[in-house]
């Protein structure tokens, strides 16, 4: 079968890929679409340390082609949008409704695929690019078959991790002012997620002006190509910064932003041994600093939420996916991916 495989050095559209059946307690998915988020490239250019060779992907959705035993919530032919959590939900930390903290679902990379009679592993414990993929059950989560897979494929990253940050994370209150710094497929959706919580000022700052037209759609009363005129808008600070890109001059200054009692999320990629400052004084008025690992969602409560608001045009998914691509793409998908051409490319199946 088709995937796309990072050896290390290069990455190749593979057709010789073999993946396993499921055993006890897994699923067996086809993969129909496959968001390209910035994680599976920061894979490919170090930023995110990942054992090789490894097929890259884990923003998809599919259907379920078989199930191991003891597996009942989902069956042969259900549409599923996948998560990369592949927590145990017997843990301390499964049981508080925090699968995110859960060790189980950190950094265990299986390998379920095989290539030339030589194992490959799995990237998030998901690897959605690839036309079969085999994940925990706890990962399959099922949703209605009228949401259309490429926007259904982006509810398992872009979603969770923007929407949840605000929803979970954050708990961002009705009223509340929010800046997001970095308009992306994981900014576009904190945008919506303010949007839905409530938020009376949303400040979008994207140093490309041609984002401002989506970023508006999404969420955003406010556009700027920086955040130097912030304070021109909001004198006093926002009450919630969301850095989505992952720098940390942008850290400082989405820290440096904030009001009293305000709250700074970080939630773009930096590089692993990356430091930020902040002045420590600046932080005695009750601010915080929240880091947020895939917008501490609970996906089998906030997938198919997140597919309902969907339904009811209350979240944007369609308008997320601007530009589908065959997986033989996988370049040019990337290519405009880095470029920001796209908010989001999706790879089909």
């Keep these: 079968m088709r995937g796309v495989v990072f050896d290390g050095k290069r990455v190749e559209v593979v057709d010789d890929l073999e993946v396993r059946d499921p055993g006890p307690g897994e699923v067996r998915v086809a993969l129909s679409a496959a968001g ?3 994680s599976d490239l920061s894979v490919v250019d170090g930023t995110i340390p990942f054992p090789v060779p490894v097929v890259l992907g884990h923003e998809g959705a599919g259907v379920v082609e078989a ?11 259900d549409h599923v949008a996948l998560s990369t959590l592949a927590n145990c939900g017997t843990c301390a930390d499964c049981d508080r409704g925090r699968p995110t903290m859960c060790r189980q679902a950190i950094g ?32 399959a989560v099922r949703i209605p078959k009228d949401v259309p897979m490429p926007s ?4 398992g990253c872009a979603v969770l ?22 308009t992306g497929g994981i900014g576009l959706n904190v945008l919506q997620g303010a949007r ?31 955040t130097d005129a912030v304070r021109d808008l909001l004198p006093h600070g926002v009450d919630h910064a969301f850095e989505c890109v992952g720098r940390i001059e942008l850290v400082r200054q989405a820290v440096d ?16 041994k990356a430091e930020a400052s902040f002045l420590v004084s600046s932080m005695f008025l009750d601010k915080s600093i929240l880091g947020c690992r895939y917008g501490s969602s609970r996906p089998q409560r906030d997938i198919p939420l997140y597919a309902e608001l969907y339904r009811q045009g209350r979240l944007l998914l369609d308008e997320l996916v601007t530009a ?13 991916a880095e470029a920001g051409r796209v908010a989001r490319a999706v790879l089909t199946f």
Aim: charge should be positive; glycine fraction near 10%.
């Design 36 to 38: 390209l988020c910035h």
């Design 67 to 77: 199930v191991g035993a003891g597996v009942t919530h989902v069956a042969a032919g």
């Design 108 to 139: 265990r990379p299986g390998k379920p695929f095989a290539r030339r009679g030589k194992a490959v592993y799995q990237f998030a414990s998901n690897s959605a690019f690839a036309e079969s993929t085999v994940v925990r059950a706890v990962q």
């Design 152 to 155: 259904a494929a982006l509810i």
């Design 161 to 182: 991790t923007g929407v949840g940050a605000v929803l979970n994370r954050a708990r961002v209150d009705r009223g509340e002012s929010v800046l997001v710094i970095g």
């Design 196 to 226: 839905i919580a409530g938020a009376s000022r949303i400040v979008a700052v994207d140093a490309n002006p041609a984002k401002e037209a989506v970023a508006r759609q999404f969420g955003a009363t406010d556009f700027l190509t920086s």
């Design 257 to 272: 932003l904030l009001d009293r009692h305000g709250q700074a999320v970080l939630l773009g990629t930096a590089p692993a």
């Design 324 to 336: 589908t691509y065959p997986v033989e793409d996988f370049e040019k998908a990337a290519a405009d």
